[in-house]
């Protein structure tokens, strides 16, 4: 497999290029920008979500307003994948940045629960294609040891968004109307745009020869797996429910094997070890989350305002893993990529354990413990899933960053929608069981552990190519 080629050092050795130097600041906002909103919709999304159900009669399609979402973002995720090959990045990221603002447009206005799942979905395809075109960019305009640093400032882009979100958009729902959780978003779409087409439009196509393939096709027949899937885990009794879930999984499985790069299945070193790790890590971590928060409102006897500052915690610590990573890659000059990912995850799996045996031994939920196992995790994911990125793309073959890109961000989306959605299985399984609800909680929470503890063993995978190779390619110039 040749590893693809990647944007010239910098001639003068006494140049050092950074993220924010002339040739890359724009472009750097731009990308964060465009992350931010990402961020910001999914943030606000679950805030105002309660209110917009009451107000437009949501009650028995409250979870489709999400779904609606996540379906439409994997078949955008896919199709942008396939594009941004084939064509120059900025005809891709032109229609990604229109849908996402109709989607606002529609979801905004909406007068029926109907019409805003419609809008969710629009605004989910253009989420999904946007997210693949920063992802590539991220690959083609940055020398490899500046990725590092690039995906910590992404990270970052998430930190405001959790930091004040919901609480921006809870105020402006209820104060004015949840509408403008929508149509804010539009003007900051407005900024994006002239910050980084100018960039994209001087990346030129890596593929423009290749033939037509049917990962469109496939991307729909996942989509609706997973929704038969997310369907399934709705009904009840719920072992029908669950034999509709089953029935999902079995089509998700042989088109996802289709979807992602060969080798992902049998963990081959590196960049499909590196997809998966990162797909498992992130995947454990959400069901782990998902689960601590039902249960510190559940059981641990907090409130809403005490759940949120874990989860603050959390996105901070993150964010300081982010930047840690990038410090570290630099001073190692990217030979400890591998040590790096099962390190961060191993403090996640570290979280997760403590939390599962307190709710085991214990039967209740520490809030102090919660800060604390979950701000180490925060740290761990923060160190390990920007480098599974930066690992993918040092090793991925020429004219494929648009499949790996979009495969990074399928993985994310497949383990968290299966993982979160077989957690509240388990829950359901063991309640009915007769199980008390700390009992059930660590069992669906016991899920995430194992993840985490899957993605480690695939990070170790990756230890077959250690540094990555030296790179050659046309430089972007300014």
Known sequence: MTTKAAPLEPASPAVQETIWDHQHRALSIGLILAMTITAFQGMAMSTVAPIVAEEVGARGLYGWIFSGFLLAQIVGTV???RELDRRSPATVLLPALILFGMGCLVAGAAPSIHVLILGRAIQGFGAGALSSCVYAVVAAA????????????????????SLIGPAIAGFVAETFT?????FGLIPILMFVAPLTLPTFRKIPASR???????????????AISTGVFLVGLELRPWWIGLGVAVLGLIGLGPTLKRLLPAGCFTLQ??????????GLG???????????????????????TQAGLVLTVTALLWSTGSWMQA?????????QRTARMVIGFGLVLVGAVALFLCIVLRGEIWLWLSVVAWAVAGFGIGLAYPTTVTVAFAHTPEGENGLVSSSLMLADLFAFSVGVGLGGVLLAIAESGGWSTPAATALAMSLGVVMVGGS??????????EAPQVEVFAALGD
């Open 79 to 81: 199709l942008a994948g």
């Open 142 to 161: 940055y020398v490899d040891r500046l990725r590092p640093a690039m995906l910590a400032a992404l990270a970052s882009a998430w930190i405001v968004p």
């Open 178 to 182: 949840w509408r403008l959780a929508f």
């Open 208 to 222: 423009p020869d290749a033939a037509p393939d049917n990962r469109l096709l496939l991307a729909i027949i996942l």
């Open 269 to 278: 070193p590196v960049m499909p070890a590196a997809i998966v790790t990162r």
């Open 282 to 304: 992130f995947g454990g971590f959400a069901v782990v989350e998902t689960y601590l928060v039902f249960a510190l409102k559940d059981f641990g006897g907090v409130s809403a």
């Open 327 to 335: 410090r570290w890659d630099r001073a190692t000059e990217g030979s």
């Open 456 to 465: 480690m063993v695939a990070a170790w995978r990756t230890r077959a190519v």
